[in-house]
C-alpha cells in the first residue's frame, strides 16, 4: 500500500512545537494544570524517560517516585513491552473487526485467571474507571438489585458510575444527581450488616489499600465482609486498579488476607505497561452468564476499543516480564527496605507520624510537632489550608533533590510513593538520603522548606 502520509514526521513536529508545550496546555486543554505546575515549580520539561527516571535538556536526571499514578509498574519504556508493541503493529493483524475471536484476548484472559483463583472470565475495557463501571453494573445485574456501597475516602473512578462510589466530596460536588449508592466507614462491619439488612444491597467496592492515604483494610474486614455479603446475596467487588499486579507484594493486595475470594476484580494501570489504556474486570462465571444471557445479549455490555490487539500485546508482555524478571518478589523485599528505612526516622522528628503501607505502596504521614517553635508555623499552614506541609515536602524533593513523589489527596497530610516496581536499593538509598535533608531542613526553621511555605500560604488565602 503506497504511504500517502510521507509529509508528517513526528519527530520533527515535537522538534519543532515541543517548547510549546505549557503554552498549548493553557490554551486548548485544562488550563489549570499549567498554572498548578507554575506555582509549584514543577513546569519541568523532560526531555526522555527510561525504567525509573527521567532525564531533561541538560542530562539531570529524576527519580520518578511516582510511576505515573501506578501506570508504570515496569517503569518506562521496558524493551520486552516496547518489541510486542511493534510486533503486533508489524504483524497488521486483522484487529477490532468486531465479528471473529483473536486469539490474544483469550491468550490476556488465561494468563489473568492463572494470577486470580477462584475467577472464571474477564472483560476487557480501556482504563481503570471502566473496569469499575462494568463491575458495577454486572453486580447489579446479577444480583438484581440497585445499590452498590462503598468506603468513605474510596477512590474508584470519575466517570459517572464510578463517581457513585467515590468518597471524597470534592470530586462529587456539582455533578448530582449520580446513582443511589451509600459509603460506609473502612473495616465498619457494623455498618455493613445494617446496610445489608435493607435487602437491596447488590455488593461492596473496596480497594484493599486506599489509595487517599493509603489506608489498609482493617485485618480480617475483607473476609468478615465476603461472608456477609454472600449470606444477603450480594457480592465483594475488589478494586485493583492500583495496588494489583504486584504493587503491594502480592499479586493482588487482597492476597494478603487468607480466605478472600472477590466475586469481581478490577485491575488496570500497570496491566498497560504505560503504553496502551487497558482495564479488566475479571469475575466469577456465574456472575459472567447472568450478564450474557442469551445470544440476544451478546453485545450487551462491551467496548470499542476493548480487547485491541495493541493493549492485548501490551498485557502479555507485562505479566511475562513479571514473571521472568520476580517482579512482585522485588516490590515486596524493596518496599520493605524503603517501609523501615523510613519508619526509623519517625523518632527523630517531630513533623513525621507515621510509615505506613505495603510492598512499593507507601504513606508517609506528617502531624502536629511538639516544639513550640514549630507549632506556631505548623498552626499558621493548616489555618490556610490542609495539606499544605506535605505539599512543602514535595516541593524540594523536586526542586533541590529531584525526586518525583505526590500528595495522597487534597488535604491530606500524606505524601505517597508508588514507585516503578523496578526500584532497587540505589533508589531506596537515593530517597532516603534526600527525605531526611528535607526533614532536617524543614525542623531547622529556614530554607527552601518554610521559604516555599510562605508562598504556599498566600496562595490559599488568595483563592479562598
Known amino acids: ?93 486483522a484487529d477490532l473487526t468486531r465479528f471473529d475471536c483473536q486469539p490474544l484476548p ?74 443511589p449508592d451509600t459509603a460506609i466507614a473502612l473495616g465498619d462491619l457494623d455498618a455493613l450488616r445494617r446496610e445489608l439488612k435493607r435487602g437491596d444491597v447488590a455488593g461492596l467496592v473496596v480497594e484493599p489499600i486506599q489509595g487517599k492515604g493509603v489506608h489498609a483494610s482493617p485485618p480480617g474486614f475483607l473476609r468478615e465482609a465476603q461472608d456477609l455479603l454472600h449470606r444477603h446475596k450480594a457480592v465483594l467487588v475488589v478494586d485493583e486498579v492500583q495496588t494489583g499486579l504486584g504493587r503491594t507484594g502480592d499479586f493482588y493486595a487482597y492476597q494478603h488476607e487468607e480466605g478472600v475470594e472477590p466475586d469481581l476484580l478490577c485491575v488496570a494501570k500497570a496491566l498497560s505497561g504505560g503504553y496502551v489504556p487497558v482495564g479488566a474486570t475479571i469475575g466469577k462465571d456465574w456472575i459472567f452468564k447472568r450478564v450474557y444471557s442469551s445470544m440476544d445479549r451478546v453485545l450487551v455490555h462491551s467496548a470499542s476499543f476493548g480487547s485491541n490487539a495493541q493493549a492485548m500485546a501490551a498485557g502479555l508482555a507485562v505479566l511475562a516480564v513479571m514473571e521472568d524478571e520476580e517482579t512482585v518478589a522485588n516490590a515486596r523485599r524493596t518496599g520493605d527496605l524503603l517501609r523501615e528505612r523510613l519508619a526509623a526516622l519517625v523518632g527523630r522528628y517531630e513533623l513525621l507520624h507515621e510509615v505506613r503501607g505495603r510492598g512499593l505502596m507507601i504513606g508517609i504521614e506528617f502531624g502536629r510537632p511538639s516544639s513550640l517553635r ?48 523496578v526500584i532497587g536499593e540505589p533508589e531506596v538509598d537515593r530517597f532516603v538520603t534526600a527525605f531526611t535533608a528535607v526533614m532536617d531542613d524543614a525542623h531547622s526553621g529556614g530554607g527552601l522548606v518554610w521559604d516555599f511555605g510562605r508562598t504556599l500560604v498566600k496562595q490559599a488565602v488568595a483563592n479562598r
Open 1 to 93: 500500500m503506497k504511504d500517502r502520509s510521507q509529509g508528517f514526521d513526528l519527530a520533527r513536529l515535537i522538534e519543532e512545537r515541543g517548547a510549546e508545550r505549557y503554552e498549548l496546555h493553557t490554551r486548548h486543554l485544562n488550563h489549570q494544570l499549567p498554572r498548578m505546575l507554575h506555582t509549584l515549580g514543577f513546569d519541568k520539561v523532560y526531555e526522555r524517560a527510561e525504567g525509573a527516571y527521567f532525564w531533561d535538556a541538560d542530562g539531570n536526571d529524576y527519580l520518578d517516585m511516582l510511576a505515573g499514578f501506578g501506570v508504570m509498574g515496569l517503569g518506562r519504556h521496558h524493551p520486552v513491552v516496547r518489541r510486542a508493541l511493534h510486533d503486533a503493529l508489524d504483524a497488521s493483524l
Open 106 to 179: 483469550g491468550l490476556l484472559a488465561e494468563k489473568l485467571l492463572a494470577h486470580s483463583p477462584h475467577l472464571d472470565r474477564v472483560f476487557f475495557g480501556n482504563s481503570g474507571t471502566e473496569a469499575v463501571e462494568t463491575a458495577l453494573k454486572f453486580a447489579r445485574y446479577a444480583t438484581g438489585k440497585p445499590r452498590i456501597l462503598y468506603c468513605d475516602h474510596a477512590f474508584h473512578g470519575l466517570t459517572a458510575g464510578s463517581l457513585s462510589v467515590n468518597g471524597e466530596r470534592g470530586f462529587r460536588d456539582g455533578f448530582a444527581p449520580l446513582l
Open 374 to 421: 514549630l507549632r506556631s508555623r505548623w498552626a499558621m499552614l493548616q489555618a490556610a489550608r490542609k495539606g499544605l506541609f506535605a505539599q512543602m515536602v514535595v516541593v524540594p524533593l523536586l526542586q533541590k533533590h529531584r525526586i518525583l513523589t505526590q500528595v495522597s489527596g487534597d488535604h491530606l497530610e500524606v505524601i505517597k510513593l508508588i514507585p516503578p516496581l
